[in-house]
């Protein structure tokens, strides 16, 4: 089956979009006019009418093309973007990813422990949505764990390139939200860094099973991007959306899309970053050297 025109695809987008806008079945439901029965057979990959799920796509805030995975999908929403990524990584085979400063799925379980202080941190105390904003770090977490979990569970392959850059900064500021929050002990913030970046250097050594790291010496694309396979399709997401030190989950709009040229172009960009990048001990040894000892 073609994969824009799958209805069980256009459920998942449905069910993520809805996640971001903050509503529950009901809630959708009861605003598109149709019962909540409706809206599960709908996310489970029924086809609606398309003038309900234009209805339901203007609900949403979103256009019907991103809806129904035309072209591109836009997400200006954190939570639909990363329950996308999760819907994405349920059956992938390999996935490359270039997030910084270090790939969530690679971290430990510490660092989702400190995650949510984080993002408390990342949110400026005088924006408007702020109590909305703090609501939603519960549902991000719950998106986030699963992801966790599932590929722990698959272990599907990854290709992780880690910028050295950004390493250093991690490891000088520390894993905290903001410049300077307020009430935090910088020292223990700086110890949980060192400790994320020792995991990776661990790995570097050891080389599990299906992960492979390479650290980046080079300039490093701006934006935060990933790129699933399967044996029948290609997907490439970039996003603003950011989930280390400064945290990122309020502003800014992600893509995602299967097209040919954009999967071949991101392809072509990870590889040249990876053939150029550290690998194994050596990289293992520039991060202790250069970052950890600073």
């Known amino acids: 089956m073609d994969f824009v025109s799958s209805t069980e695809d256009v459920g998942r987008r449905l069910r993520a979009f809805r996640m971001g806008a903050g509503l529950t079945p009901e809630d959708l439901a009861i605003r598109a006019g149709v019962s909540r029965a409706a809206i599960y057979r709908y996310e489970s990959g029924k086809p609606p009418k398309v003038d309900t799920l234009g209805k339901i796509a203007d609900l949403l805030g979103v256009s019907l093309p991103t809806l129904l995975g035309v072209g591109v999908e836009y997400i200006a929403s954190a939570i639909s973007f990363f329950e996308r990524m999760r819907q994405m990584e349920e059956d992938v085979d390999q996935i490359t990813v270039m997030f910084g400063p270090i790939s969530y799925l690679l971290t430990t379980d510490r660092y989702d422990e400190l995650l949510p202080k984080i993002f408390d941190e990342s949110i400026p105390q005088d924006v408007d949505n702020r109590p909305a904003a703090l609501r939603d770090i519960g549902a991000l977490m719950d998106i986030l764990?699963?992801?966790?979990?599932?590929?722990?569970?698959?272990?599907?392959?990854?290709?992780?390139?880690?910028?050295?850059?950004?390493?250093?900064?991690?490891?000088?500021?520390?894993?905290?939200?903001?410049?300077?929050?307020?009430?935090?002990?910088?020292?223990?913030?700086?110890?949980?860094?060192?400790?994320?970046?020792?995991?990776?250097?661990?790995?570097?050594?050891?080389?599990?099973?299906?992960?492979?790291?390479?650290?980046?010496?080079?300039?490093?694309?701006?934006?935060?991007?990933?790129?699933?396979?399967?044996?029948?399709?290609?997907?490439?997401?970039?996003?603003?959306?950011?989930?280390?030190?400064?945290?990122?989950?309020?502003?800014?709009?992600?893509?995602?899309?299967?097209?040919?040229?954009a999967v071949q172009l991101y392809g072509s960009m990870t590889d040249q970053l990876w053939r150029r990048s550290l690998k194994g001990d050596q990289a293992a040894d520039f991060i202790e050297k250069t970052v950890l000892q600073r």
């Open 145 to 261: 764990k699963a992801r966790k979990d599932n590929f722990r569970r698959r272990s599907p392959n990854i290709v992780s390139l880690v910028s050295a850059a950004e390493l250093e900064e991690f490891a000088r500021v520390g894993f905290v939200g903001a410049h300077n929050p307020p009430d935090v002990d910088l020292a223990k913030r700086q110890a949980a860094a060192h400790e994320e970046i020792r995991n990776i250097v661990r790995m570097l050594r050891e080389q599990p099973i299906g992960v492979q790291i390479g650290v980046v010496i080079d300039s490093m694309p701006g934006a935060s991007f990933q790129v699933f396979k399967r044996a029948d399709r290609a997907q490439v997401a970039v996003s603003p959306f950011r989930l280390g030190s400064f945290a990122n989950i309020r502003v800014g709009v992600a893509t995602v899309t299967a097209a040919t040229e």
